[in-house]
T-cell receptor, first 114, second 113 residues
Framework: EAGVTQSPTHLIKTRGQQATLRCSPISGHTSVYWYQQALGLGLQFLLWYDEGEERNRGNFPPRFSGRQFPNYSSELNVNALELEDSALYLC?????????????FGPGTRLTVL | GENVEQHPSTLSVQEGDSAVIKCTYSDSASNYFPWYKQELGKGPQLIIDIRSNVGEKKDQRIAVTLNKTAKHFSLHITETQPEDSAVYFCAATFKAAGNKLTFGGGTRVLVKP
């Protein structure tokens, strides 16, 4: 069974540009979560989608947005990039709406903002 | 507010010794506490979890204990092996924040052979 996949692996942008990160969940999973992992820090919750709806949002500015497609894959968009947006962005998927369902993580996309 | 504190931030142990990581949480309504292991270049992987109606859970060399009164929970790894070297994260649910997982800052564990 294929795990959670993310693309691209690495992404280099300059300040002010936009970045788009993609995530494909495990087959059968309907929930997708996005986390930001800055260097030396823990995981910060960004967004949670289930069945195409945004279910919860972390304490991040509106320039962080996303969506979930009918096939349950998801996209994270970061507009007006700032230097401090440089981080590893992790996507996780789980089955259903229960927060207690195991979240399976992808390998992440390393975003570097110059 | 929603907060999970994790200690220590780094832990170095001799192979065969035990390792203990402690986390405290702020929301008395929290009811789910997973632990994740992140190896270099990989995403975190769930290794064990505990729900608020249980005080302890074991899985081979790994155990987790929960003290709801004190609002803290701990990960215990016995007979550590080099492959246990990784970053470990605790997490807790925060219903007041829309039922999401909040993670601790992580503990880098190094098992010396």
């Amino acid at each position: 069974e294929a795990g959670v996949t993310q693309s691209p692996t690495h992404l280099i942008k300059t300040r002010g540009q936009q970045a788009t990160l993609r995530c494909s969940p495990i087959s059968g999973h309907t929930s997708v979560y996005w986390y930001q992992q800055a260097l030396g820090l823990g995981l910060q919750f960004l967004l949670w989608y289930d069945e195409g709806e945004e279910r919860n949002r972390g304490n991040f500015p509106p320039r962080f947005s996303g969506r979930q497609f009918p096939n349950y894959s998801s996209e994270l968009n970061v507009n007006a990039l700032e230097l401090e947006d440089s981080a590893l962005y992790l996507c996780a998927s789980s089955w259903g709406l229960q927060i207690t369902n195991e979240q399976f993580f992808g390998p992440g996309t390393r975003l570097t903002v110059l | 507010g929603e907060n999970v504190e994790q200690h220590p931030s780094t832990l170095s142990v001799q192979e065969g010794d035990s390792a203990v990581i402690k986390c405290t949480y702020s929301d008395s309504a929290s009811n789910y506490f997973p632990w994740y292991k992140q190896e270099l270049g990989k995403g975190p992987q769930l290794i064990i979890d505990i729900r608020s109606n249980v005080g302890e859970k074991k899985d081979q060399r790994i155990a987790v204990t929960l003290n709801k009164t004190a609002k803290h929970f701990s990960l215990h790894i016995t007979e550590t092996q080099p492959e246990d070297s990784a970053v470990y994260f605790c997490a807790a649910t925060f219903k007041a924040a829309g039922n999401k997982l909040t993670f601790g800052g992580g503990t880098r564990v190094l098992v010396k052979p």
